[in-house]
């Protein structure tokens, strides 16, 4: 039963850790999310380890929130608390859930502090102190009902139902239990609805309310069934063979004792296998049976001395001393009654002993207490003068500091007059180069109108005056109308070249759709003289938004043409491709032919190609030319990133 009750206890502590998860935001540091998953874990170390195991545990807990702050130390109590009560060391076991409530005092841990009332209300339970008991256990139930928290109210409940039984009051020890119960009655399968189950039987077993008892037994037998536990089954089937036995149904009481021995058997919990046979005996003695009981009891003394369970070990010899006296072996009744109380003397020296050791140990740790209290006193008092003098300290650095900014605030605001006199003087440097700019611009547009209306209108009239000479006079001098053709043509490349110039002074900057859309146009014009060429003419995408100013993009534009007039005029080329490109963050425009090619040794280099070098050189970029007899002629254009600082 203590076992089942500290398993209920520890089953709340997780509870109450799942619940201070949930209200919890602010991040948490590695070291406390190891100490919250250790103590999420309390909940299944108990299930696997021992009494023993069980404090190394809460040892190690204590070390890992040794320097977390209260609220860790609080879990870790409460740990502390719940491995006492487990062992029986009530005093202790308050100790460590006081410690607990004094850590919370000023926390907003609600759960945890309704975990420290429990156990402080089942230590005034296990001490008959039952007011104060209930006090501290409806007090931990109406934080966990303000708080929803289903796993608290259910276990709350099952534990004041304990008090009222205890009390003898049947009828509030039903009325909690049954509460307990329909917290989750729709998962009667969970931990604390069997729990509080099992206590009810008990309480309807003590009422002599067999059938109740049973019903209850039947039910929570199918639930563990259902969910394949037969450890959970134990106390339900061996509550049966009991309500049979006090009832008279001896067989049926046998049937589900053994039924509850082979389950016992195969778990291997040594302690119930010895209650099984001791109940086993028990009922042997009341059918009559000694010789079978004499041998169950024995089996239980064998296993019971041997797990050294001093109290099971006194009741066992109790019942084998009764069924030598019915058998009528007098000798051996009277043997085995002293040997009881022989055992008995010896638990009442264990429980001394060990009630003065647990004496002790809160005895020293109240003067540790007190100590660590006085240590506390002297600190504060050491932190006051060490306060007062940090104080005189600041007050000096403030001052200082006052000085040091009233300085900065100076010297800052002079300095930003100075930036904003700076400030002024480059405004002014660009207004006046804005404004040059924008006089040389006006320059230029005024040069090209007079370039468009003046030469352009003189170009325009010598053409007309071509035109008007070859059809007012029948010209059969056929070098002089070859030579009148060759002045018309000159004329109109003139006025092409001429209106270039305008378009190129006419802007600031020139895109490279611009200078795409006149390459176009200049190869359209080479395909209707020239049928035979195949031109190919290919941007990458990637520099549709290029920019260049206007010297920059009439270079480029001029260097290309005059490539391109080039192999037309003398490479004999059949295909001449444009391709402008951008590789390694520069611009890259090659232009090559299929044409006969030169020798670059042999072979003298006219105007054209002297002109594309100083053109691109003149724009920060680099001109290669490579030719060969036969093999075509290949210009490379390469325009650095670094040199273009007009594209954007």
Not at 97 to 122: H, K, P, Q, V
Not at 240 to 251: E, H, V
Not at 517 to 528: L, S
């Amino acid at each position: 039963m203590r076992k089942l009750f500290a398993f209920a206890l520890l089953s709340l502590i997780f509870y109450s850790c799942k619940e201070k998860q949930k209200q919890q935001s602010q991040d948490l540091s590695r070291e406390q999310v190891k100490i919250k998953k250790e103590f999420n874990r309390l909940d299944e170390v108990y299930k696997q380890l021992p009494s023993d195991s069980m404090q190394s545990f809460s040892d190690r807990f204590k070390k890992l929130t040794a320097n977390q702050p209260a609220d860790y130390k609080a879990m870790s109590n409460i740990v502390e608390g719940a491995v006492f009560m487990s062992k029986s060391q009530y005093e202790l076991s308050y100790k460590s859930f006081e410690n607990a409530l004094r850590l919370l005092r000023n926390s907003n841990a609600d759960s945890l502090r309704a975990r420290a009332y429990t156990g402080i209300g089942n230590y005034y339970k296990n001490k008959g102190n039952y007011p104060k008991a209930i006090e501290y256990l409806l007090g931990a139930s109406k934080i966990y009902e303000a708080m929803d928290g289903k796993r608290g109210i259910a276990t709350t409940n099952g534990n004041i139902g304990e008090v009222y039984m205890q009390k003898n009051d049947m009828a509030l020890a039903k009325e909690h239990l049954r509460k307990a119960m329909n917290v989750f009655k729709n998962d009667k399968s969970h931990q604390t609805y069997l729990n509080a189950a099992h206590t009810l039987a008990n309480v309807h077993g003590a009422s002599n309310e067999f059938d109740e008892a049973l019903a209850i037994d039947n039910e929570c037998i199918r639930i563990c069934d259902s969910i394949k536990s037969p450890k959970l089954k134990v106390p339900f089937l061996d509550n049966k063979a009991l309500c049979y036995m006090f009832t008279g149904k001896l067989d049926s009481a046998q049937y589900y004792f053994n039924e509850t021995l082979k389950i016992d058997l195969i778990v291997g919990d040594k302690k119930q296998i010895a209650d099984t046979y001791s109940n086993l005996g028990h009922l042997e003695l009341n059918k009559g049976n000694y010789a079978e009981a004499e041998r169950y009891t024995l089996k239980s003394i064998d296993m019971v001395a041997r797990i050294k369970n001093q109290s099971n070990l006194v009741k066992s010899y109790g019942i084998l001393s009764d069924i030598y006296a019915r058998w009528g072996k007098y000798d051996k009744a009277l043997a085995t009654k002293e040997e009881y109380l022989e055992q008995y003397k010896k638990l009442m020296n264990e429980k001394k002993e060990a009630a003065a050791a647990e004496f002790k140990i809160v005895h020293e740790t109240e003067k540790k207490e007190k100590i660590i209290a006085q240590n506390r006193i002297q600190l504060l008092e050491k932190e006051r003068e060490v306060h007062s003098r940090n104080n005189m300290i600041i007050g000096i650095s403030l001052g200082a500091l006052f000085i040091a900014l009233t300085g900065f605030l100076i010297y800052r605001q002079q300095r930003l007059k100075n930036r904003q006199q700076a400030q002024e003087h480059e405004l002014k440097t660009a207004i006046a180069q804005i404004e040059t700019q924008n006089k040389l611009q006006e320059q230029r547009l005024g040069i090209s109108r007079d370039l468009h209306d003046n030469i352009g209108a003189q170009l325009t009239f010598i053409i007309s005056s071509v035109d008007n000479l070859r059809y007012a006079f029948d010209l059969k001098d056929t070098k002089l109308e070859k030579k009148l053709n060759s002045i018309n043509d000159f004329t109109k490349d003139t006025i092409v070249e001429l209106r270039d110039t305008i378009w190129a002074m006419n802007n600031a900057e020139i895109s490279l759709e611009d200078l795409r859309v006149r390459v176009f146009n200049f190869i359209e014009k080479a395909k209707d003289v020239l049928e035979g060429i195949d031109f190919r003419f290919h941007i990458d995408k990637e520099l549709q938004q290029l920019r260049f100013s206007s010297v920059t993009g009439m270079n480029i534009y001029r260097s290309i043409q005059e490539a391109v007039n080039n192999a037309i005029k003398y490479a004999k080329a059949s295909r001449i491709g444009i391709f402008i490109e951008h590789e390694n963050g520069e611009l890259r425009i090659r232009i090559e032919d299929d044409g006969i090619g030169f020798s670059q040794e042999t072979a003298q280099k006219g105007n054209g190609l002297h002109n594309i070098r100083k053109r691109i050189e003149d724009i920060g970029g680099t001109f290669t030319l490579v030719s060969e007899p036969g093999n075509g002629t290949h210009i490379t254009v390469v325009i650095p990133k670094t040199t273009n600082p007009d594209a954007s």
